[in-house]
Antibody, heavy 117, light 113 residues
Framework: QVQLQESGPGLVKPSETLSLTCTVS????????WSWIRQTPGKGLEWIGY???????NYNPSLTSRVTISVDTAKNQISLKLTSVTATDTGVYYC???????????WGQGTPVTVSS | DIVMTQSPDSLAVSLGERATINCKSS????????????LSWYQQKPGQPPKLLIS???TRESGVPDRFSGSGSGTDFTLTISSLQAEDVAVYYC?????????FGQGTKLEIK
């Protein structure tokens, strides 16, 4: 079964850029859609955006000015960059793989991120 | 954005009894061309990621006990646990994947009475 593992700094300073990586094992990024979803105290579960293995993306309009999602098929990884972070970006960040029409069939364990100076 | 509203926010049910969680979307998530509801249900236990239980409003995922069932269409959906077990204590979320941005309900916390 495919496994997803998020990684990245657990602490980011306000106004800086949050950078996370999702490494896929026991499967390939090819032919699938991949999402980043976060869980914050303020908004609960929030979809950040998704990417197709070809590189096409779709972002949440509430975050689109600050978000970039990319895919590296050679490394079997999906990446997330979120710029100009504030305390409201504190939460647990998950990567997921879509199935069917776009439901989140597989989830990573999540990585906690705190925005603080 | 489609707003997903769950009710109740929390629920306490006795072991072996039925638990019912409702989810209402602010607009229909039924795609007329294929007659499918783009609605999924997830279970989240403390310290764990959400786990997919049901897709297409009523299709149970492989390995999910058959005491879990989903129903509804259009804007009104229900997750039912027919006979509550201790391991079902969790927070349950609905999510629409009909359109972007994908949106989740606020969650329903299920406890044992």
């Amino acid at each position: 079964q495919v496994q997803l593992q998020e990684s990245g700094p657990g602490l980011v300073k306000p106004s800086e850029t949050l950078s996370l990586t999702c490494t896929v094992s026991s499967g390939s990024v090819i032919s699938f859609y991949w999402s980043w979803i976060r869980q914050t105290p303020g908004k609960g579960l929030e979809w950040i955006g998704y990417i197709y293995y070809s590189g096409s993306t779709n972002y949440n309009p509430s975050l689109t000015s600050r978000v970039t999602i990319s895919v590296d098929t050679a490394k079997n990884q999906i990446s997330l960059k979120l710029t100009s972070v504030t305390a409201t970006d504190t939460g647990v960040y998950y990567c997921t793989r879509h199935e069917g029409g776009g439901y989140n069939a597989y989830w990573g364990q999540g990585t906690p991120v705190t925005v603080s100076s | 954005d489609i707003v997903m509203t769950q009710s109740p926010d929390s629920l306490a049910v006795s072991l072996g009894e039925r638990a019912t969680i409702n989810c209402k979307s602010s607009q229909s998530v039924l795609y007329s061309s294929n007659n499918k509801n783009y609605l999924s249900w997830y279970q989240q236990k403390p310290g764990q990621p959400p786990k997919l239980l049901i897709s297409w409003a009523s299709t149970r995922e492989s390995g999910v006990p058959d005491r879990f069932s989903g129903s509804g269409s259009g804007t009104d959906f229900t997750l039912t646990i027919s006979s509550l077990q201790a391991e079902d204590v969790a927070v349950y979320y609905c999510q629409q994947y009909y359109t972007n941005p994908r949106t989740f309900g606020q969650g329903t916390k299920l406890e044992i009475k």
